[in-house]
T-cell receptor, first 115, second 117 residues
């Protein structure tokens, strides 16, 4: 009964490179959320997706960031032309979406370091 | 807009004593859920407890209970009989019902709890 899986756990990129973060939701979960956590801060909502649909991307920076959740395969958070300020922990969460209030189950996070 | 406020950046508690972590919120949504998560030093986010805005009784999960006062817009977490393993960062969060407003997930800045032996 695997939980939410994220890979890689740690990612180092140089400025200007692309970062791809992957998230496989829990079995049976069709809703995925991405969050960013800067050092010593709380989580900031980025985007909420269902299969093949972006439901709410109000927390996504307008440029360089994109997310997808294809019909098959994991959800991908893509950061193009990374800058030092993108260094953070990126968490993915999933929920089943079939109850009134659906708790979100979090993955272990991907720690992105931009050199 | 939704807002979560955790006014205690750090808290200390003696082992085996109870501790209350404060959380106040603001929202214009008529229906919402309030959640608490624990983040130990290892970094993972662990779901602890939730309270629906229309739930009549305060939620409890083992040593965790949520003191929900809707009129005051507060959702404090109470940990009874603290253990050394409770030392962690605790986040209060909220989002809407049926995932229609789940995209408005809002987290507080967290409270660091340290349990002293």
């Amino acid at each position: 009964n695997a939980g939410v899986m994220q890979n890689p756990r740690h990612l180092v990129r140089r400025r200007g490179q692309e970062a791809r973060l992957r998230c496989s939701p829990m079995k049976g979960h069709s809703h995925v959320y991405w969050y960013r956590q800067l050092p010593e801060e709380g989580l900031k909502f980025m985007v909420y997706l269902q299969k093949e649909n972006i439901i709410d991307e109000s927390g996504m920076p307008k440029e360089r960031f994109s997310a997808e959740f294809p019909k098959e395969g994991p959800s991908i958070l893509r950061i193009q032309q990374v800058v030092r300020g993108d260094s953070a922990a990126y968490f993915c969460a999933s929920s089943p979406g079939d109850r009134v209030y659906n708790e979100q189950f979090f993955g272990p996070g991907t720690r992105l370091t931009v050199l | 807009a939704q807002k979560i406020t955790q006014t205690q950046p750090g808290m200390f508690v003696q082992e085996k004593e109870a501790v209350t972590l404060d959380c106040t919120y603001d929202t214009s949504d008529p229906s919402y859920g309030l959640f608490w998560y624990k983040q130990p030093s290892s970094g993972e986010m662990i779901f602890l407890i939730y309270q629906g805005s229309y739930d009549q009784q305060n939620a409890t999960e083992g040593r965790y209970s949520l003191n929900f006062q809707k009129a005051r817009k507060s959702a404090n977490l109470v940990i009874s009989a603290s253990q050394l393993g409770d030392s962690a960062m605790y986040f209060c969060a909220m989002w809407g019902a049926y995932n229609t407003n789940a995209g408005k997930s809002t987290f507080g800045d967290g409270t660091t709890l340290t349990v002293k032996p």
